[in-house]
């Protein structure tokens, strides 16, 4: 059998979420895919938790490197001639990869990406939070006016993504980017493919995720950190988590905020120190 498509899956540490997404995988109308997933450096029970999918995944292992650097390795290992980029917290819909692919198997595009992507634990307190912090629509994950084109692909033809090198590691927090960047297009809206992703939903997992963040290039460069950090120092931070709880009549967003900006605070800082970003 012709593989057309490889979906491939970065996995560091996501015992709590992979088993729901290789799940919603199995249900696709799309029947011509592998599904690769690169393990980098999971401490916790994922590799334990995979191998209930021997046979369902191809599955590789790399030391934490990054997910730039995990999709890379996967997308060397694929058979596919569509690469299909999925992360380990998303679920997706039985015709996600169909509908995701669907413009790039007719020649209208290289690669695409899809504005469908829902919040899949809005019941979560501290995931509603995390959408009023970064400015989007409820129950979306973007904001209202989001273009029909964009960087972050979540499908490419092989052959462009081989002829880049794929992603750049080294980016980090933004190594999602820069593909479109290496590429010089963007990816455009796949109509219909519906997918789900969980926001943060627990305080830790707020303070890591922000962290992570935290630990990237500011535009204007150390300038830019300072004032990203002077942004996220507790008084303002105090402030603006008030403010919002009002506005948005959630008094839980005070702690979350300052939660979120302790944990930016704190990857700023490390950054600054060390000077190495996010992976």
Known sequence: MVIRISVVIPTYNEERSIEACLTSLQTQTQK?????????????????????????????????KGPGAARNLGAKQAKGEILVFVDADMTVDKNFIKKLVEPIIKGKTEGTFSK???????????????NINEGWMEKRRHPKDYPNKQKVFRAILKSEFDQVNGFDPSRGYMDDWSLGERLGYDAINALGAEFYHKNPDILSEVF???KWVGKRKYKFGIFGSFIALLRASLPVSIAMGIA????????????????????????????????????
């Open 32 to 64: 011509d895919i592998e599904i690769i997933i690169v393990d980098d450096g999971s401490t916790d029970q994922t590799l334990s938790v995979l191998s209930n999918f021997e046979k369902q995944i191809r599955l590789f292992k790399q030391k934490h």
């Open 116 to 130: 469908q992507e829902y919040v899949s634990n809005w019941e979560n307190v501290w995931a509603r939070c995390w």
């Open 208 to 210: 890591k995720q922000a």
């Open 244 to 279: 919002k709880s009002i506005v948005n009549t959630i008094p839980a967003f005070l702690a979350f905020k300052i939660v979120y900006d302790l944990g930016l605070f704190v990857g700023i800082i490390e950054y600054l120190i060390t000077g190495k970003g996010a992976k």
